[in-house]
């Protein structure tokens, strides 16, 4: 079974670009879930969707970042200003039937933003 | 706030040493606690969890940890560690919010086995 699928692995921006994450989840998970991780921190929920649907997105800073699930499986996360303070590793999770009962992830992208 | 806490940063042990990484949590209601492991190179997985019963959960590769109550405590065990278990763990506790849910998660720990 493949697992959490994210692309690109590595992104290295100036303040001011623009960047999108793309990630496949498990067949099959209907819930998915976008994190930031700041360099020695735990993970930070940012959005999550169950099926198409936005079910909590109240940590994403909606001035810059968006993200979207529109058929319910693959899910792209975009900053559309990166600052230095996003610098992260962002990460991309799946599970089924129920938030958050066990999470798949992937392997991340790691950002920096000089 | 609900909130968790990994106290020890790092710790570093010897193959075949026991362990303990400490976690504390602070929840209102009944926790939902886990313990996920991030290896180098590796996404994070799920090592065990706790909803309820037996406060000694038992997880992958030897792992177990014992939910306390009354210390708020989910601390993390292993009997004899192996320099594969270098990794980092996180502990985490389900936050419930009307019909939803999210994990609330520690800095981690970052386990050092030397050989």
């Known amino acids: 079974e493949a697992g959490v699928t994210q692309s690109p692995r590595y992104a290295v921006l100036q303040e001011g670009q623009a960047v999108s994450f793309w990630c496949d989840p498990i067949s099959g998970h209907d819930t998915l879930y976008w994190y930031q991780q700041p360099r020695d921190q735990g993970p930070q929920l940012l959005v999550y969707?169950?099926?198409?649907?936005?079910?909590?997105n109240s940590q994403l800073p909606s001035d810059r970042f968006s993200a979207v699930r529109p058929k319910g499986t693959n899910s792209t996360l975009k900053i559309q200003s990166a600052k230095q303070g996003d610098t992260a590793t962002y990460l991309c999770a799946s599970s089924f039937r129920g938030a958050h009962e066990r999470l798949f992830f992937g392997h991340g992208t790691k950002l920096s933003v000089l | 706030a609900q909130s968790v806490t990994q106290p020890d940063a790092r710790v570093t042990v010897s193959e075949g040493a026991s362990l303990q990484l400490r976690c504390k949590y602070s929840?209102?209601?009944?926790?939902?606690l886990f313990w996920y492991v991030q290896y180098p190179r590796q996404g994070l997985q799920l090592l065990l969890k706790y909803y309820s019963g037996d406060p000694v959960v038992q997880g992958v590769n030897g792992f177990e940890a014992e939910f306390i109550k009354s210390n708020s405590s989910f601390h993390l065990r292993k009997a004899s560690v192996h320099w594969s278990d270098s990794a980092v763990y996180f502990c985490a506790v389900r936050d419930n919010v009307g019909d939803n849910s999210k994990l609330i998660w520690g800095l981690g720990t970052s386990l050092v086995v030397n050989p």
């Open positions: 969707f169950r099926d198409e649907a936005v079910i909590d």
């Open positions: 929840y209102s209601g009944t926790p939902y």
